[in-house]
């Protein structure tokens, strides 16, 4: 391939293969890429996903890389179209800081729409502008000047790394359902680190711990107990469809040397978390023992004052101590359908 002029003269090395250059994309019409980059501005200021469920809240969070790496590689398109006397890093320099703090300008818009400011989203927007610019500058042959192969590999290389990164919260999501799926009718058993991702505590964290059985092997949850009432755990997005199946259990141990007063809570989508609207019961628990609590259905199905709860959509559970008092933690061993 013979070398062809650059946008201020200069002569360009030969590319290392066949390829598209990113210069290509100066084509778009200049009014087209102010709308994109006004318009996805806009979209991340004012749409918002649902919170349940928790796999919206994944790819509410992966459109922050994802709009701010095409509003990246939208300005670095912008100065192609001008020619200036600016080095092509410093180009990319222009777009990266450009984005960010358009980043940080659409956090400081969602103040004014009710919706939390954060730190972490702009880390999220700079991760994404600086993975499209990696790309971009893999197929840009004004950086390729020493060693092109060698460039593009680490651009390309760079460039994967970060999308990687970007991806691996949504990876682990949908990991975590395939996990509950697989699982059912077990809800809950802490056999892996999967199984922790519908887990929420109402204070300090449970702890994944070994089993202490006869012959070993096995694990399950230690939930500490603070100092206060209603300390424990709850599954924000349990299976839902617990129809076909006669009983709730709840296996748990008290390691401690007082009674344990435990409440199990369930309640479904309908709920408007008032709490004759759900079912809520209490089982003791005798210092040092393992109780395998069983809940009939029709009793939890029942419970809900003035309606049935819809046992087709479960979506929530929650253990823990009633009142103050007992023990430091409690061991979650297993939640499952009979």
């Known amino acids: 391939m013979t070398d062809t002029p650059g946008r201020t003269g200069e002569a360009r090395p030969p590319a290392p293969g066949p390829g598209i250059d990113v210069e290509q994309l100066t084509a778009l019409p200049r009014p087209l890429l102010f709308a ?56 990319y320099l222009v777009a990266f800081v450009v984005t960010v703090a358009l ?34 500058a893999a197929f840009d042959r004004r950086l390729w000047e020493i060693r092109a192969r060698f460039a593009r590999a680490a651009y390309l290389a760079l460039g994967a790394v970060l ?26 058993t802490p056999a892996s680190a999967l199984d922790l991702f519908f887990v929420a505590a109402s204070a300090h964290p449970p702890e994944r711990v070994p089993l202490a059985a006869p012959g ?63 079912f809520n019961a209490r089982y003791p628990v005798p210092p040092g023992a393992r109780r395998a609590i069983a809940i009939p259905l029709a009793t939890i199905e029942n419970a809900p004052r003035g309606r049935l709860m819809d046992l087709a959509h479960i979506a929530g559970i929650m253990v823990f101590r009633a009142g103050a008092g007992g023990p430091p933690a409690f061991l979650l061993n297993r939640i499952a359908l009979e």
């Open 103 to 136: 980043g940080a300008a659409t956090e400081i818009g969602q103040h004014f729409t009710h919706r939390d400011p954060s730190l972490r989203d702009v880390g999220l927007d700079a991760r994404g502008a600086l993975c499209a610019l990696a790309f971009a």
């Open 216 to 278: 070993g092997g096995g694990y399950t949850l230690r939930v500490p107990l603070i100092d206060r009432p209603y300390a424990g755990v709850w599954f924000t997005e349990p299976s839902p469809d617990w129809r076909g199946f006669s009983s709730l259990v709840v296996d748990v141990t008290n390691p401690g040397t007082v009674d344990l007063e435990l409440s199990v809570r369930v309640h479904d989508q309908r709920h408007n978390w008032s709490f004759a609207d759900r």
């Open 163 to 188: 999308a990687v990164i970007i991806c691996l919260p949504l990876g682990w999501t949908v990991a975590s359902y395939a996990n509950r799926y697989r699982n059912f009718p077990v809800l809950f």
């Open 36 to 91: 994109l980059i006004a318009g996805l501005a806009l979209l991340v200021v004012f749409a918002s996903l649902p919170p349940r469920p928790i796999i919206f809240h994944v790819l509410q969070k992966l459109a922050h890389p994802t709009v701010f790496g095409t509003i990246a590689v939208s300005v670095l398109v912008l100065q192609l179209q001008r020619p200036t006397a600016r080095s092509a890093a410093v180009e």
